[in-house]
């Protein structure tokens, strides 16, 4: 009741902020599109069926690229807590790429893997794997050696205990691992968008840039909003029933 | 391992010293510990705080290597941690994600008993210590003293010959304490297993064991025993209850005092 008002609220801020302005004029109106007119053109695309292109298109550049560092993150992340050469190997390899800023090796993906989706989706893959790898690595790392003691003395085996205590143990922030990975995915697909693409939100957003439609801007902007927050309402859910009994409920 | 089954087995701690480094010197924490655990006796383990009294349980469960000197269950050294010697921790340990019924079953699930003899195996050792009606729980959804039954009935669960109880009632208020103690001591009359038990409270001892070991301050080594001949159903407040419970007193009191130097 609270989460619908207050997005009605924020809906309701947009348009008295920007039919004040159509009114008033305080800047070109051009520049401050309406509720009206975004919805107006949204209607436009929905219609002729290239929103949903688009949509799709992201949307299905976002879950192999999340997808594909999920399992890389998770295998890297057990083999890590498994082996402790593993762990010093990989560490400061690991630790010296993780600062550089994806987006500086953009241009490099798009030589590497030419145009098309292959880029895309290895770019999306390179950047998430990072915060889900240091994430799941760390959940696995740090399980109460009480509850490996506990599980010992009930008989369990090296293999029931990754199993059967680690593994649970360390699903919840496994569970946030992904959930921020996830929202690094929708972050960084605009970016990838941006160059070489022919269709998706982020070449949406750059074809407004390029003929001039702030609409159109403002339009994939909120798509991408709506999209994060479904996935994450989805994610929030799948987690709940997954992390039962962790919390009160 | 030992033959499980309703009794206990004997343990022997033969000769364990252990030794941890601490500042890069090497600090004794047990000094020449000599012990043999009667099968189905329960003899408590008591000494000043920082005595070493823990150290020595979790060398039995296996969970620490002794510096020198060995355990044997029966007639076996033990290697590590293995499912005749349960373990009940003061701080419960319970699985959190494993509801109430599921964490009992653990043992007997890892050891490969069929899930309906399971369900069988939980709900006898629930009912054991009164918490049938929260099986479907989660630990969380516990206070201490029900998240310590669970743990006690999942130690017993497992059919273990050995049960080792470290300060298990500590963190809990001193009227669950008194029920805690008194439910161990009927579950005790019924399983006969081999319990050490660590404590620091001298009328907890006093009112569970058979035998009791006061143990010196830091590091620990065996200062005297102490046999209880009180019967089953003991009366915390009969003279013969008291005397014991001063006479441990002065004996541990002078382990305190030399901390306190």
New interface residues.
């Given amino acids: 009741m609270i989460r619908a008002a207050a997005l009605a609220g924020a809906l309701l801020a947009w348009a008295l902020v920007a039919y004040g302005n159509l009114a008033l004029e305080v800047m070109n109106p051009v520049l401050l599109p309406t509720p009206g007119e975004v919805g107006a053109l949204a209607a436009v695309q929905i219609r002729d069926g290239s929103l949903a292109h688009h949509l799709t298109v992201s949307a299905l550049r976002i879950v192999e690229g999340f997808g594909l560092a999920a399992a890389a993150a998770l295998a890297l992340g057990l083999l890590v807590a498994v082996s402790t050469p593993a762990r010093l190997a990989l560490e400061p390899v690991i630790e010296f790429v993780r600062p550089i800023p994806p987006l500086a090796f953009l241009p490099m993906f798009l030589v590497w893997f030419g145009l098309g989706e292959t880029s895309k989706v290895a770019f999306i893959a390179y950047t998430t794997f990072f915060p889900m790898f240091v994430g799941t690595g760390a959940s696995l790392l740090r399980v109460d050696v009480m509850l490996l003691r506990a599980a010992a003395s009930l008989g369990a085996s090296r293999r029931d205990l990754l199993r059967r205590v680690v593994l649970p143990a360390a699903l919840p922030g496994i569970v946030v691992a992904l959930r921020l990975g996830f929202g690094l995915a929708i972050f960084v697909i605009v970016g990838a968008e941006f160059m070489g693409a022919d269709a998706g939100l982020g070449n949406l957003i750059m074809e407004g840039r390029v003929f001039f439609n702030p609409a159109q801007i403002v339009m994939g902007a909120l798509l991408l909003g709506a999209l994060g927050s479904l996935v994450n309402a989805l994610l929030l859910m799948t987690e709940r029933r997954v992390l039962r009994g962790r919390a009160l409920p | 391992m030992s033959p499980a089954g309703v009794g206990g087995a004997r343990v022997r701690i033969e000769g364990v010293h252990k030794a941890f480094a601490l500042d890069g010197r090497s600090t004794p924490a047990l000094v020449d510990i000599n012990l043999e655990v009667q099968a189905g006796e329960l003899l408590c383990l008591l000494g000043p705080s920082g005595c070493g009294k823990s150290t020595l349980l979790n060398i039995v469960?296996?969970?620490l290597p002794p510096t020198r000197g060995r355990v044997l269950v029966d007639a076996t050294p033990i290697t590590?941690?293995?499912?005749e010697?349960?373990?009940v921790?003061q701080?419960y340990?319970?699985?959190?994600?494993?509801?109430v019924a599921q964490n009992v079953e653990?043992?007997p699930r890892?050891?490969g008993v069929e899930a309906a003899r399971c369900r069988e195996i939980a709900a006898r050792y629930l009912d054991m210590v009164g918490l049938r009606e929260h099986a479907t729980k989660?630990?969380?959804?516990l206070s201490g003293g029900m998240k310590q039954r669970v743990a006690i009935a999942?130690?017993l669960a497992?059919n273990p010959s050995i049960v080792?109880m470290d300060e298990p009632f500590g963190a809990l208020d001193a009227q669950t304490r008194e029920v805690m103690q008194e439910e161990l001591s009927r579950i005790q009359r019924v399983e006969h297993k081999t319990i050490v038990f660590v404590t620091h409270s001298i009328r907890e001892a006093v009112y569970l064991a058979d035998r009791l070991v006061v143990l010196t301050s830091a590091p620990g080594r065996i200062k005297e025993m102490f046999t209880i001949k009180l019967g089953e159903a003991r009366d915390r407040f009969a003279p013969e209850f008291t005397r014991y419970e001063s006479e441990i007193t002065r004996v541990v009191k002078e382990e305190v005092a030399k901390v306190r130097e």
């Fill in positions: 469960a296996g969970f590590g941690p293995g499912p010697r349960g373990v921790f701080e340990v319970l699985f959190p994600w494993l509801t653990f043992g890892l050891a989660f630990p969380v959804q999942r130690a497992n080792l």
